[in-house]
């Protein structure tokens, strides 16, 4: 059975930065599109980055382009978000999610918890 673990979060003040990971396990991690989501407090879960599963492409929320950047290392089977210029609006618990386009098999993990403040 497959796993997201995400880490790296925590308080930030506006206009720092915070880099993101989330480990996979139990998948073929090469395999599968992954993505960043995130739930604000009282708001529905956004996409906000996602990159392929070999890395050539990738695609952004209007909001987060030119700040944020998503990678991965399929050979450490962990995909990353590279935050910067952070606002305010950005605190939110952020998600990792992994989808297989040949079977629609996803995983979610469980989240980590952004938050820019002063």
């Known amino acids: 059975q497959g796993q997201l673990v995400e880490s790296g979060g925590g308080l930030v003040q506006p206009g720092g930065s915070l880099r993101l990971s989330c480990a996979a396990s139990?998948?073929?991690?090469?395999?599968?599109?992954m993505s960043w989501y995130r739930q604000a407090p009282g708001k529905e879960r956004e996409l906000v980055a996602t990159?392929?599963?070999?890395?050539?492409?990738?695609n952004y929320a209007d909001s987060v382009k030119g700040r944020f950047t998503i990678s991965r290392d399929n050979a450490k089977n962990t995909v990353y978000l590279q935050m910067n210029s952070l606002k305010i609006e950005d605190t939110a618990v952020y998600y990792c999610?992994?989808?297989?386009?040949?079977?629609?098999?996803?995983?979610w993990g469980k989240g980590t918890l952004v938050t820019v403040s002063s």
């Open positions: 999610k992994g989808r297989n386009p040949t079977n629609a098999l996803n995983y």
């Open positions: 990159i392929s599963s070999i890395g050539g492409t990738t």
């Open positions: 139990g998948l073929t991690f090469s395999n599968y599109v």
